[in-house]
């Protein structure tokens, strides 16, 4: 994930999970919602990127013709109405930026197809980032989904509740994945919000550590293992934050039940999986990422 900028990141709760993270990230890493401002500033940081390559370009290059600088795209706006705001004041920057730019080439004897090409450029960087952004749209292949969640989402909700009494957190994660309830719940799933954020991380801990632990020994994992652990360390830290922000947020004392045997069944796991007891367990837990791996190096290599 791309940083916004250089300097040392300030900190953001998010509005949709309640995880505390770095501003000089566009999305958060916990639960994927958008964070404006540094979408904004990713934007602002290619475009004057590409208008500084431009620049050189035109202190070094070889004629232009004002056809080679004629046309301006206008790209479409796959968005909801919500970001229609800043993609128009994304435009407006940017056709400021290109009418410098062009006078600029105006003034200069010999930029020729070189300026040309990087035009192109930009105007490729500008589709690309629309592109990326789709994912505020609906794409068609989920309208059918999200129809019959909306539909059945009473009977789902009560699969679901099924599915938490039973501690069988795994399985509602991917319950919700596969109605596509996760990210556009209907009304009647607004009650689990801060259980399926912790479900969705401690799904992804305990998936990882059983990937591990069943391949470990095989010797064309080796490279594979390495990588896991590297991923499982980051789950452990992402599901901890997620946990504490959204333990502290939810008031319905059954849902926090459901949120704190999860922690509860994470460690067992660790101490069933990695051979730890409640000590080796916490003081993994304390340990920094770096120093979580190479325990785990040694715990799954038998070193």
Known sequence: MRSVSDKMPAKIICRACGAQYDTALVR???????????????????????????QRQIESGDNVSAQDRAGVYEPAHPFGEGHEKNMRRFK???????????AFAQAVEGLGKKAAVLVLLLIAIIVTVVIASAN??????????????????????????????????????????AHELMN?????????????YVAQEY?????????????????EYFDGLDADIRIFCMYVEAFYEVFEAQKSSEKDEVYLGYIMDMETELRAAMRAYFGMDDIAVQEFLDMSRAQKAVKLEEVLRHE
């Open 203 to 219: 799904s992804e801990c305990i998936q990882c550590m059983e990937e591990m632990i069943l391949r470990s020994d095989d010797p």
């Open 28 to 54: 958060c890493p916990f639960c994927g919602t958008a964070y404006a401002p540094g979408e904004e500033a990713e934007y602002m940081d290619t475009l004057e990127d590409v208008r500084e390559d431009l």
């Open 92 to 102: 407006k920057r940017y056709e400021t930026t290109e009418k410098k730019v062009s």
């Open 136 to 177: 505020y749209a609906d794409p068609d292949e989920e309208k059918e989904v999200r129809r019959d969640a909306e539909k059945n989402a009473e009977v789902y909700a009560q699969e679901a509740d099924a599915l938490l009494e039973r501690g069988e957190y795994v399985e509602y994660a991917s319950f919700l994945y």
């Open 184 to 196: 556009f719940p209907p009304e009647e799933f607004k009650r689990f919000r801060s259980v399926h």
